[in-house]
């Protein structure tokens, strides 16, 4: 079978690149359906740390994107938001994808703090979390802690299930999220070395790999070495719990995400909007299912993302994807080639790629309203342009 084309034969915009049947009878079951979206939050101190990411133009910046994001996300360009999107080094927010298509298409959103250094402007959940410390300290989160996010994500995944979605949406926005992710998947014995993305067009690899390599030698659970094996982490207890993995590395997002998955797979269909992270999130799931007799149904979850991390040439997100395993990787095929905002064309330079679900929502456009390359490129960039006067008039006010 070939990829789905939706709207036009000749612009594929959802592509599958791994697990191919069962991604297409996915796409194939949810065609014409109003999903839900739930964006949970997280933090790390990890996205502190200079050049670990260009999700802010500095570490300040980085310390509120997720707040800024989730405002964004619920009310859209405003005059004078509480948290205005933080300046990127070059580009911009992955937001404006989100909010064009969640407003575009009428699309119900749910926001949740699992654990930030200041609450949202904006109406959230709060699991009551923390956010966490950075990953080389092989500390990230108190056990008991990690142990509630997760009964808090199994909790939400089965009320927002109960919505009656046609399938629920997962995204995430934690700063330096793609370090976190490395450093679970290393935990769970996955070869993710060199594999991950990054908000910068080159992946920062060796820094994220370093990180990871004196996070898990800290927490005690792991032997690692950076000049033997970069792929085989050698746990010094026989089999650490994917919970120690998540206290001692992880963020909590990722453990809130995995327990929504879990619970809402048994009754509807699952689409973690991310990259790397989400195939973090999947792999950390399926283990946590194992290990504690979880009931779950992996033909309902896929994970969704941009063409510009399924493509990045500087990691192997399908690569990574067929390392995790039976997980189908899709990713929307939307381009900003031909945007008239330099902002948007940056992403076609590889820098920014994703975030706050912006893949997921972007392949939900299609399935939804089966919106053509031009829609989605039309609702994006008169977000933008209204983005874009609203900052301008507000910098002359303060002037």
């Excluded at 949970?40 to 802010?56: M, N």
């Excluded at 500095?58 to 405003?78: K, M, N, S, V």
């Excluded at 456009?365 to 960039?381: F, M, N, P, R």
Aim: charged letters at 15%.
């Amino acid at each position: 079978m070939s990829p789905l084309l939706c709207a036009s034969a000749s612009y594929p915009l959802v592509r599958v690149y791994t697990q191919k049947l069962q991604g297409e009878r996915w796409l194939e079951r949810h065609q014409g359906q109003l999903p839900v979206f739930a964006c949970v939050l997280g933090f790390t101190e990890t996205g502190l740390l200079p050049g670990i990411s260009a999700a802010g133009a500095t570490p300040a910046d980085r310390q509120y994107t997720a707040i800024a994001d989730a405002e964004f996300l619920y009310h859209g360009p405003q005059t004078h938001p509480a948290y205005p999107l933080p300046p990127l080094i070059v580009g911009a927010s992955p937001a404006l994808i989100s909010r064009a298509i969640l407003a575009g298409q009428q699309i119900p959103l749910y926001l949740f703090n699992a654990g930030l250094p200041s609450p949202p402007a904006v109406p959230a959940i709060d699991l009551h979390g923390v956010p966490a410390s950075c990953v080389s300290q092989g500390k990230a989160m108190a056990l008991p802690i990690v142990e509630r996010l997760l009964q808090q994500g199994l909790l939400w995944g089965e009320k927002l299930a109960a919505t009656e979605p046609g399938y629920l949406i997962l995204g995430e926005c934690v700063v330096g999220g793609t370090t976190t992710a490395l450093a679970v998947l290393a935990g769970l014995g996955i070869a993710a070395a060199g594999k991950v993305n990054s908000s910068h067009p080159d992946c920062n690899h060796d820094q994220k790999w370093s990180l990871v390599q004196a996070g898990l030698q800290r927490s005690g659970l792991w032997t690692l070495s950076l000049e033997e094996e970069k792929t085989d982490p050698t746990p010094h207890t026989p089999h650490p719990t994917p919970l120690q993995i998540v206290a001692a590395v992880g963020d909590p997002m990722q453990i809130v995400v995995a327990g929504m998955a879990i619970a809402a797979s048994r009754t509807c269909g699952v689409l973690l909007a991310g990259g790397t992270q989400m195939l973090a999130v999947y792999a950390l799931l399926r283990a946590i299912a194992d290990s504690h007799y979880l009931a779950w149904q992996p033909d309902q979850i896929v994970v969704g993302t941009t063409r510009w991390v399924a493509d990045d040439r500087t990691g192997d997100t399908v690569g990574l994807a067929k390392l995790v395993g039976d997980v189908p990787l899709l990713a929307t095929q939307l381009s900003f080639a031909s945007s008239r905002y330099e902002q948007l064309r940056a992403y076609e330079q590889g820098f920014v790629k994703e975030g706050v679900g912006a893949g997921g929502c972007a392949i939900a456009a299609c399935l939804y309203k089966h919106w053509s390359q031009a829609e989605l490129l039309e609702a994006i960039e008169t977000l933008a342009e209204q983005h874009q006067q609203l900052s301008r008039r507000r910098l002359k006010h303060h002037n």
